[in-house]
């Protein structure tokens, strides 16, 4: 079984005046960095991150949606097809694929129990349900050839919602980890989370 990931960082993060989100300090690393240690967690490899070029780092494929700004369905299309390369387009039966969001700081703690779930049942994968009853599916590991197939019957896939790209797919539900979708998605989000622009406080240009 191999796991490979795809983050998501290219949002134009308008509830946080176009900040850019993936560069938010949380305790003492960027909201994006922490997203590549949850990858670490899944021992995924290889990595991609779809958002500007300027995300780089080292042992990471970044690239972009074209076009770019074309939504969550869209980037993770993106990141999906730069797997397939690495891989000759050939998705082995038990491998899996993890999609996160950048913006989720705990996102770690509910990684193990995900691919445990989507390894070791007969679904089309696995996410997180929050304590409100929604499933994340940007915090979720997919089988690979499912999410493939999901992805291809998309006629239009920049503006999708991710609702409807995972119409089709039978998700096992991982309950528990509530915390761990807890985002950076206003201001009032990373006040509570004691986030900062790099490299000055809340609010400050950077």
Known sequence: MSVAAIVL?????????GASKPDLIVG????????LAACEVGEAQP???????ALSRDGVIVMR?????????????????AIAEQNADDFGAEDLILALACDMPNAADAVPELLQAAAARESDGAWLVDDMGYSQPLLAVYRARAFAAAVQSVAELTGSSMKHLTA????TPVLGFHHASDDVDTWQDADRWGARPWPGPIGEES
């Not at 960082?9 to 005046?17: C, K, P, S, T």
């Not at 003492?28 to 997203?35: F, G, K, N, P, V």
């Not at 949606?65 to 097809?81: I, K, T, V």
């Open 28 to 35: 003492d690393d960027t909201l994006l960095d922490l997203a």
């Open 65 to 81: 949606e074209d076009p770019p700004g074309g939504g969550p369905a869209a980037g993770l299309a993106a990141g999906l097809a």
């Open 47 to 53: 990595v991609v991150v779809v958002g500007p070029a």
């Open 9 to 17: 960082a290219g949002g134009d993060a308008r509830r946080l005046g």
């Open 168 to 171: 089709e797919l039978d998700m």
